[in-house]
């Protein structure tokens, strides 16, 4: 089974902007709601948005108005801009589908760390 495989983090400042990107399996991609997770250091892993297939989209309210998730269909992507970042955004970022059953497992994450 193929794992997304996510990239785009980094080291930047309070108050950077950084943009995640995802490449996942036209399998897993084609058809399905698609979200970005993070785990943060001595945390448990949290789902902070999603994209629906039809392009609804939905957020956790600690990044409402900051995040903003898409998804390029052709491409197989899904993609997470960060803007307004806050040290308790420092975390690993994952993708995976919205639906759990989906899961083939975790790709590497892409680390965010956000510095004062």
């Known amino acids: 089974q193929v794992r997304p495989v996510e990239s785009g983090g980094g080291l930047v400042q309070a108050g950077g902007s950084l943009t995640l990107s995802c490449v996942v399996s036209?399998?897993?991609?084609?058809?399905?709601?698609m979200a970005w997770y993070r785990q943060a250091p001595g945390k448990q892993r949290e789902r902070v948005a999603y994209?629906?297939?039809?392009?609804?989209?939905y957020y956790v309210d600690s990044v409402k108005g900051r995040f903003a998730i898409s998804r390029d269909n052709a491409a197989n992507t899904v993609n997470l801009r960060m803007n307004s970042l806050k040290p308790e955004d420092t975390a690993v970022y994952y993708c995976?589908?919205?639906?759990?059953?989906?899961?083939?497992?975790w790709g590497p994450g892409t680390e965010v760390i956000v510095s004062t």
């Open positions: 995976n589908p919205a639906d759990s059953r989906l899961w083939t497992g």
């Open positions: 036209r399998s897993m991609f084609l058809g399905n709601d």
């Open positions: 994209v629906r297939r039809g392009g609804d989209k």
